[in-house]
């Protein structure tokens, strides 16, 4: 079984900064299947990121993912109030990655 | 509009059912692999179950194999969660979502509340 490890937990920054949220897998895994979401408090999660880097429809473009093998990367090149929720990587449309909440500092 | 509303969700004691549903519109049904997401209170999200377009595949998460089943009724633009044996740690919001691009959920309801208690 595959186990996601994202850090940091939390993550306070401010609007207009850069932020970079890291997903971990405890073995190589393919890009493909590496998949981003972040959810608001009482909301459902929303997907952002597919095969670990293409933007699902209607994502802006300040959001994008990265990486390969186990390390992956979301970045948000600048932080609009919106984006401040929590966070999530998935594996293989199943197991998800703890969460990171993203809040404002 | 492509929507998912689940319904069914309640307060139910320990050992007890209870039937999730989840009614699809706005896109086929029939297309799409489907899947159960959860969400305890407080917590992260855990992946519960899925179930391939036609039905003849279906995986769970290890902790409720052999307690839950996922089902689906094309016809009706329906999918489903028979969860059996309840227990408190079963307490949660039941998410269900479509699996749109390759292993991502694009598509999620609004959930329900499950709640296992005396």
């Known amino acids: 079984e595959i186990v996601l490890t994202q850090s940091p937990g939390t993550l306070s920054l401010s609007p207009g900064e850069r932020a970079t949220l890291s997903c971990r897998a405890s073995?190589?895994?393919?890009?493909?299947?590496l998949a981003w979401y972040h959810q608001k408090p009482g909301q459902a999660p929303r997907l952002l990121i597919y095969g670990a880097s293409n933007r699902a429809t209607g994502v802006p473009d300040r959001f994008s993912g990265s990486g390969s093998g186990t390390d992956f990367t979301l970045t948000i090149s600048r932080l609009e109030p919106e984006d401040f929720a929590v966070y999530y990587c998935q594996h293989n449309g199943a197991s998800f990655g703890q969460g990171t909440k993203l809040e404002i500092k | 509009e492509v929507q998912l509303v689940e319904s069914g969700g309640t307060l139910v004691q320990p050992g007890g059912s209870l039937r999730l549903s989840c009614a699809a519109s706005?896109?086929?049904?029939?297309?799409?692999?489907m899947n159960w997401v959860r969400q305890a209170p407080g917590k992260g999200l855990e992946w519960v179950a899925n179930i391939k377009q036609d039905g003849s595949e279906k995986y769970y998460l290890d902790s409720v194999k052999g307690r839950f089943t996922i089902s689906r009724d094309n016809a009706k633009n329906s999918l489903y969660l028979q969860m059996n044996s309840l227990r408190a740690e079963d307490t949660a919001v039941y998410f269900c979502?479509?699996?749109?691009?390759?292993?991502?959920?694009?598509?999620w309801g609004q959930g329900t509340v499950v709640t296992v208690s005396p």
């Open positions: 706005g896109f086929t049904f029939s297309r799409n692999w």
């Open positions: 979502a479509r699996s749109g691009p390759p292993f991502g959920f694009d598509v």
């Open positions: 073995q190589s895994i393919s890009s493909t299947y």
